[in-house]
């Protein structure tokens, strides 16, 4: 079959891959119809190389048509249209069970002192292949793949596998009281979405981003947008005005890593880019190598009192934080990958209840398989009013 591999920094290639097939009596093996393309995607792309191994097949936010099953399956049965969540979990083990599918005991990497396994995501995650291909493997086939029903076009469901999970747990972490202010860092899909429910729950929501053409979607749904070139330095003194001097009630990172306006740590990103391996993951394991530029802002940003949720991922492990200004103002912070069955229930019925989220009209471009290193590229660069990618294989 063909997929999307990774090769190397900024080097992604469609190459021939041996097919998927059942291996495990509960394995389902899924037709791709759709694939998106994801700002986690992108950190691996350019930071996180050295967990990564030449021809790994990328994506977790797959759908498509059950192909085969194995024989202990009876949950889905081929034919059956299905959403495949970017975390792989069992379903069944403690964790699962209080709804911490993230974090799944049956899949939790204990090599690497991480949480559960995900679809196309590093040796840290497993090294599983993932979605950007014609086919997918995907094991716990009674409890893992959700199923979904005819009707609407792929785009209506697709986001399951990660962005509507991830903004709705983004916002429910953010703990913005009733009528309160939540204001969304970065406009990417995730901050985007999460701008969405936001409104959707009845908050005012504020914004920040630096690309045109993001704040202008946000801003074209009442979003109260702020443009970082414009308030490099005034940004705080802003926002606190605009939120009755003190600051919105939640704020949400949906930046992550890879921020703009942290020079120096982009600085140690890159140099470490070009250490053999060994020496990349040395540095990595035992240093700083965060972009904190929007965390720093969430921590100035939120009110006394207030929570910051961070939904944007981050990797280094003694990243420096400020202490004093968090114990002092009495911030609450959650954060984590997102539990993505947790939410199904709760968005579901947003989806077949009309659209009130705007899904069907969420992604910017639609590509052959064949195209995604094109793709990568331009949604890396932001270039052509690239937003959300999907790739149809
Ligand atoms: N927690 C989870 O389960 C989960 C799931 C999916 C994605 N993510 C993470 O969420 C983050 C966002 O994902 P995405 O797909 O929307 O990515 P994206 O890269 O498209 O979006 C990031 C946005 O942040 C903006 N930005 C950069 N620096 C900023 C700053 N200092 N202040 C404000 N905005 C800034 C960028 O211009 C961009 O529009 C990524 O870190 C991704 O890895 C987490
Ligand atoms: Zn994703
Ligand atoms: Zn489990």
Request: proline residues 7%.
């Amino acid at each position: 079959m063909k997929a999307v591999t990774w090769q190397g920094k900024r080097d992604v290639r469609v190459e021939e891959v041996p097919d998927p097939g059942i291996r495990k009596p509960d394995d389902v093996i899924v037709r791709i119809t759709s694939s998106a393309v994801c700002g986690s995607d992108l950190h691996l792309y350019e930071v996180m190389t050295p967990y990564l191994n030449e021809g790994n097949v990328l994506g977790h936010e797959p759908m498509g048509v059950v192909e085969e099953v194995g024989p202990e399956v009876n949950a889905v049965a081929p034919g059956d249209r299905v959403v495949v969540p970017f975390n792989i979990c069992c379903g069944s083990c403690w964790m699962c069970s209080q709804g911490l599918y993230s974090q799944c005991e049956t899949t939790q990497q204990h090599e690497h002192g991480t949480g559960a396994a995900l679809f196309g995501y590093t040796e840290l995650y497993g090294e599983v292949p993932g979605g950007q291909a014609e086919y997918l493997r995907v094991p716990f086939g009674n409890t893992l793949p959700i199923k979904v029903p005819e009707g609407p076009a792929d785009d209506r469901f697709l986001f399951l596998s990660d962005v509507l999970p991830t903004a709705w747990q983004g916002v429910e972490y953010a703990a913005v009281p009733d009528g309160g202010t939540l204001l969304v860092l970065g406009l990417g899909p995730i901050g985007e979405m999460a701008t969405r429910i936001g409104q959707h729950r009845g908050y005012r929501v504020l914004a920040v981003d630096l690309v045109p053409d993001r704040l202008e979607r946000a801003r074209s749904h009442g979003v109260e947008v702020y443009d970082l070139q414009e308030h490099e330095d005034d940004l705080v003194e802003v926002v606190r005005e605009a939120t009755g001097g003190r600051g919105p009630d939640s704020v949400l990172d949906a930046v992550g890593m890879e921020a703009h306006g942290a020079p120096v740590a982009k600085a140690v990103q890159q140099a470490a880019g070009f250490l053999p391996s060994v020496l990349q993951r040395k540095v990595m394991d035992n240093a700083s190598m965060d972009r904190l530029h929007a965390l720093y802002l969430a921590i100035e940003l939120v009110r006394r009192g207030g929570t910051i949720s961070v939904s944007g991922v981050y990797g280094g492990t003694s990243d420096p934080l400020p202490m004093r200004v968090l114990f002092d103002k009495q911030v609450q912070i959650r954060m984590g990958q997102a539990n993505v069955l947790r939410w199904v229930p709760e968005i579901m019925p947003l989806l077949l209840d009309g659209d009130p989220l705007g899904t069907d009209a969420f992604a910017s471009h639609r590509v052959p398989l064949d195209q995604a290193p094109d793709a990568y590229e331009k949604f890396q660069k932001k270039e052509d009013g690239y937003f959300k990618v999907v790739l149809q294989p």
